[in-house]
């Protein structure tokens, strides 16, 4: 939690004055919701939150947050989110951004940001697909899915942005879904407790251009059988009328169904600091025949960068005191342009 934890806000208070415009029925409006209620929640002055989106449907997210925001430019999100938290470190960041913006034109601002572990929280949207520019398959689109750019079937094989981030050396990688607002929730007070890069992924329905995209995981007949909630401490358990487990089988994650021969004892047990661990349930997500995970996934502590640089910006003048712009433009070599 923050210092500043004198504030007493209500939801209320992080509405803002401009009119929500997403499609009907879009998930973008739960996750503004539950966003909202969990910023009431984090402690932090409104004018100590920065929003910084860039181009796409959720990107939209700062005009509907009463705290101060940044509509960027296409991909460029992360990059500009990284020099704000630099330069103001005191400042709580988020970045809202979409599969398409974050994980194509601005996948190396993404990555590196990940990477050098800036005290930010990164939110990623994954409606599989460019909704703002009426439904071009995007990089997690699935194989074979017929869009209005793959009229034949998308050849790609898709990113999972969980993976993505564990390879790039996220601190903190988590994943939720539009039709919980309550885990929204949870998993966005989770994000803005760590420090370092916390990267949450929002898997979220686009109703017009990728209807039922995440339907298995959703729909309440399903659900219980194509997910699994990862609580730390507690065996990976899942399943409806069939309770299924997770074990580990000679290096490789096996599902099982517990009765005689397995029980919840022989399940693995989730603990999120686990490196080994965090590897293999990452490396399930493109599996269909496994179930999608939920919760938090990998949290570790590492150096972070921006404090870093305080840092050493501090010893710097403390050994050759503060610097004089004009004196540094005109030291080295000069010339003069007749």
Same mark, same amino acid.
């Given at each position: ?45 409104r004018e ?22 940044? *509509? ?14 630099? +330069? ?20 190396? *601002? ?51 942005? +969980? ?33 370092g890069t ?15 995209? *995440? +339907? ?17 401490g507690k +065996? ?33 047990? *989730? ?68």
């Amino acid at each position: 939690m923050s210092e500043n934890n004198n504030v007493d806000y209500t939801k209320k208070d992080f509405v803002s004055d401009q009119e929500v415009k997403w499609c009907p029925g879009c998930g973008d409006y739960a996750i503004l919701s539950a966003i909202q209620t969990a910023l009431s929640k984090i402690g932090r002055k409104r004018e100590d939150i920065v929003f910084v989106s860039g181009i796409g449907c959720s990107s939209r997210f700062p005009y509907y947050l009463n705290t101060y925001g940044y *509509h960027t430019i296409h991909g460029r999100a992360t990059a500009i989110a990284s020099g704000v938290k630099t +330069a103001n470190p005191d400042l709580s960041v988020w970045v809202i951004t979409g599969d398409g913006d974050s994980l194509s034109i601005g996948g190396n *601002h993404l990555i590196h940001a990940i990477r050098r572990n800036i005290d930010m929280n990164i939110i990623l949207f994954n409606n599989e697909t460019y909704g703002l520019t009426k439904g071009q398959y995007s990089p997690t689109t699935k194989q074979g899915k017929v869009t209005k750019s793959t009229p034949y079937g998308s050849l790609d094989r898709p990113f999972s942005p +969980a993976k993505l981030a564990f390879g790039a050396s996220a601190t903190f990688i988590a994943r939720t879904l539009d039709t919980d607002p309550k885990h929204i929730e949870k998993i966005m007070l989770a994000a803005e407790e760590h420090r370092g890069t916390s990267f949450v992924e929002v898997l979220q329905n686009c109703v017009i251009f990728n209807d039922g995209c *995440h +339907a298995d995981y959703t729909d309440k007949k399903t659900r219980d059988d194509y997910s699994l909630r990862l609580v730390d401490g507690k +065996a990976m358990t899942f399943g409806n009328e069939v309770k299924k487990g997770l074990i580990l089988d000679t290096l490789t994650l096996k599902i099982v169904e517990l009765g005689e021969k397995y029980t919840e004892a022989d399940c693995l047990v *989730h603990d999120k600091t686990n490196e080994i661990l965090a590897s293999l349930l990452v490396s399930i997500d493109m599996n269909p025949e496994m179930p999608k995970l939920y919760g938090v996934i990998y949290e570790v502590k590492d150096v972070i960068y921006n404090r870093q640089v305080t840092d050493q910006i501090t010893e710097v003048k403390a050994k050759k005191g503060e610097g004089d712009f004009n004196t540094l433009l005109h030291s080295g070599d000069t010339w003069e342009v007749q």
